[in-house]
């Protein structure tokens, strides 16, 4: 689990190397990644939309920008979480995500909560 806090938006993401989905003799590598959005603040907040920066385990850098999260621009009360499941596929057996989600409080605010640094990873092979 990975676990980033910001302005008491509270991020957790766990991924997985989906070996079913996967194909290194293509190479095509399926990831999911599981979040747990947490306010641990103490007001209200909506989440807007996301911004993700994707690496593969060449360097190679994908950015997705997007309203919401699958489909949902989820509303926490204080003490609320929202939970949901994504993937990426890559085309290397390691790689990394970080990004942001932009929220907006009950007066208007917005801000940015953090997304960690996470790591996707094939444990089946010893690839960097």
């Avoid at 399926?30 to 996301?50: D, M």
């Avoid at 593969?56 to 699958?70: A, I």
């Avoid at 790689?95 to 997304?115: L, P, T, W």
Wanted: net charge negative; aromatic share 10%; charged share 20%.
């Amino acid at each position: 689990m990975y676990t980033e806090l910001t302005q008491g938006i509270e991020v957790v993401v766990t991924p997985e190397f989906l070996p079913e989905h996967s194909r290194p003799d293509v190479p095509y590598y399926f990831f999911a990644y599981h979040v747990r959005i947490t306010n641990r603040g103490e007001k209200p907040v909506q989440l807007i939309s996301r911004h993700w920066i994707i690496r593969d385990g060449m360097g190679r850098n994908d950015e997705v920008r997007g309203p919401g999260v699958v489909g949902l621009q989820p509303i926490l009360e204080i003490g609320q979480s929202f939970e949901y499941s994504s993937s990426c596929p890559l085309p290397t057996p390691t790689g990394s995500m970080r990004g942001a989600y932009q929220m907006v409080d009950a007066e208007g605010a917005r801000f940015e909560a953090k997304i960690p640094l996470f790591f996707l990873r094939d444990m089946n092979r010893n690839a960097s």
